[in-house]
């Protein structure tokens, strides 16, 4: 018998959703029947994505957020739900990097890095949780009471690479992050949990697989291969499900086993 995950009726709110993973995260939670609120600072991006994802029969609603900008996350969060109706899902995925050595960071590169990947993160979630823990409460309405919150961290966050190492730290304090919401949402019925992808090729960085740096990075790896965003979309979609209820404060390595 086909065992299947039906996510119809539940609104789903994608941060960074405008390339790469966010755009797939979308797409593929649209797919299993969510309503998806697209989020991202590039607006012609989203509409762009909004009409894919229409075109196969999905519900999608645009927002610009600034994820930097703590008014900018409180406007597209309830921008959000008035347009779709209360947040049951986020997936929070914006994030950014440099490149250098630790002894080359500027305070710039690391309030660059830290801005988003951790200050934004954290109060995206913190403005979607808290409506999450009115409707567990009673005290706001809702269809669904509790939600899923996917963090997308990195392997990164579970193993440190050269010339990265700002964004290293960024991500395990997603890391940290993720198991401290669990541990104090947990019992509202927010299940929050982090997605460590590894190497996965997107728009963003299809080029750099073929050259001479990027093959040397490809022969590293375990399996001498990258991944593509559709390798996460299972991930994605149980994580988001009822059927993740008892999935809570977990960190998920999907890295074709770099971090091993």
């Not at 959000?80 to 250098?100: F, K, P, Y």
């Not at 990265?164 to 960024?170: H, L, T």
């Not at 050259?211 to 991930?235: F, H």
Request: one cysteine or more; proline letters at 2%; hydrophobic letters at 45%.
């Amino acid at each position: 018998m086909a065992y299947s995950i039906d996510l119809s009726g539940r609104i789903a709110f994608v941060t960074g959703a405008s390339s790469g993973l966010g755009a797939q995260f979308a797409r593929t939670l649209a797919r299993a029947g969510a309503g998806v609120v697209l989020a991202s600072r590039r607006i012609e991006k989203l509409k762009e994505l909004r009409a894919r994802i229409e075109g196969e029969g999905g519900d999608a609603h645009v927002v610009e957020l600034d994820v930097t900008d703590h008014d900018s996350i409180k406007s597209a969060v309830a921008h959000a739900e008035t347009e779709m109706g209360s947040i049951d899902i986020l997936v929070n995925n914006s994030g950014v990097s440099t490149t250098q050595r630790l002894q080359d960071v500027t305070p710039d590169d690391y309030d660059f890095i830290f801005d988003t990947n951790v200050k934004g993160a954290f109060f995206v979630a913190q403005e979607v949780g808290k409506r999450m823990l009115a409707r567990s409460r009673g005290a706001a309405p809702g269809s669904f009471t509790g939600g899923r919150i996917i963090n997308i961290a990195s392997m990164a966050g579970l193993k440190v690479l050269p010339q990265i190492g700002a964004y290293c730290m960024s991500k395990a304090a997603v890391v940290q992050m993720t198991k401290a919401m669990a541990l104090e949402w947990g019992r509202f019925g927010i299940n929050v949990n982090a997605l460590c992808p590894g190497y996965i090729d997107t728009e963003i960085n299809h080029h750099h697989w073929n050259t001479e740096q990027g093959q040397k990075l490809v022969a590293m790896l375990p399996r001498k291969r990258v991944g593509q965003p559709q390798d996460l979309d299972a991930l994605i979609v149980m994580l988001a499900s009822d059927q993740s209820h008892f999935v809570n404060g977990a960190v998920i390595a999907a890295d074709d086993g770099f971090a091993v």
